[in-house]
């Protein structure tokens, strides 16, 4: 590692140990050196990809299940499962619709608040991306009328832990 990667680590870890052992709630973007920004005042930890030093957490740990979403459905709902040991406060994540050959016809970004308590599930409903009512989840109920069968994957971009 480069001297100023080795510094900008040592004086992390010591801010983090100082504000532990005062009792002081703690903000870490952890990102390279140039993005880092670090509070004692909000108590909360965020997670992304680029994290350097975010060891007990990774994206990993923020699991999906239940995915719905039928046809004439205005919601899109699923089941967020958080298995780390802290509040998860916020959620950013990228879902990717495909056809069931795997053909992409959508994808986007969202962010949610699900304020799921340590190893908990919680249930999380957002805007369907099927303005048009012509998509359903392809494990869902088939519709009556003409309707094309989709799959979903999720892509955990980040998240934020309240301590």
């Known amino acids: 590692m480069n001297k100023l990667l080795k510094l900008f680590l040592s004086v ?10 005062e009792g002081r709630k703690i903000k870490l973007h952890l990102r390279p050196p140039a993005a880092t920004e670090t509070s004692s005042d909000t ?21 999906f299940s239940g995915y719905d979403k039928e046809a004439p459905a205005n919601v899109e709902s699923f089941f967020i499962t958080n298995n780390t040991d802290r509040i998860l406060k916020s959620l950013t994540l990228v879902i990717y619709y495909r056809t ?9 970004r969202v962010t949610v ?8 599930t919680v249930r999380t409903d957002i805007k369907t991306w099927d303005r048009q009512h012509t998509f359903y989840y392809h ?25």
């Open 12 to 21: 992390l870890l010591i801010s983090i140990c100082t504000a532990i052992s």
């Open 43 to 63: 108590g909360q930890i965020e997670v992304t990809a680029d994290s350097l030093a975010s060891a007990p957490y990774t994206l990993g740990m923020i699991t």
């Open 139 to 163: 494990r869902g109920n088939r519709p009556r009328k003409k309707a094309t069968p989709y799959e979903v994957a999720f892509h955990v971009e980040s998240f934020i832990l309240t301590l």
């Open 100 to 108: 069931l050959d795997g053909r992409s016809l959508h994808s986007r």
């Open 113 to 120: 608040e699900p304020k799921a308590a340590p190893g908990t």
